[in-house]
């Protein structure tokens, strides 16, 4: 089974910026898309930032303009660049993935996700 690995978070003084990275544990994937998603204590997941791999990019509007997505499809990893970081960023961040995987000749569609990694922004 495919596993999203994230690396990057940590503690951050508002203002400044991590880089958060995620590469897949194999490259028998094809990914349609990466995503990274958040989660603040006693919220609701929410999806942050997409990358499709026709390098598409769309952003939740609280992000828009702070955060860039990036990757490399050839190597199933994606980024997520944080600039001006806010106390209110503060959450455990997921890498996501949708890609065909399994049968060679039958992949089905499948969605992946990482453990995560916490992102700590203090005021």
């Known amino acids: 089974q495919v596993q999203l690995v994230e690396s990057g978070g940590g503690l951050v003084q508002a203002g400044g910026s991590l880089r958060l990275s995620c590469v897949a544990s194999?490259?028998?994937?094809?990914?349609?898309?990466m995503s990274w998603y958040r989660q603040a204590p006693g919220k609701q997941r929410e999806l942050v930032a997409t990358?499709?791999?026709?390098?598409?990019?769309n952003y939740a509007d609280s992000v828009m303009g702070r955060f860039t997505i990036s990757g490399d499809n050839a190597k199933n990893t994606v980024h997520l660049q944080m600039n001006f970081l806010k106390p209110e960023d503060t959450a455990v961040y997921h890498c996501?993935?949708?890609?065909?995987?399994?049968?060679?000749?039958?992949?089905?569609?499948?969605?992946?996700w990482g453990h995560g990694t916490q992102v700590t922004v203090s005021s």
């Open positions: 996501h993935g949708i890609g065909y995987y399994g049968d060679p000749l039958f992949p089905k569609l499948t969605t992946f």
């Open positions: 194999e490259s028998a994937v094809s990914f349609n898309s």
């Open positions: 990358l499709t791999s026709s390098g598409s990019t």
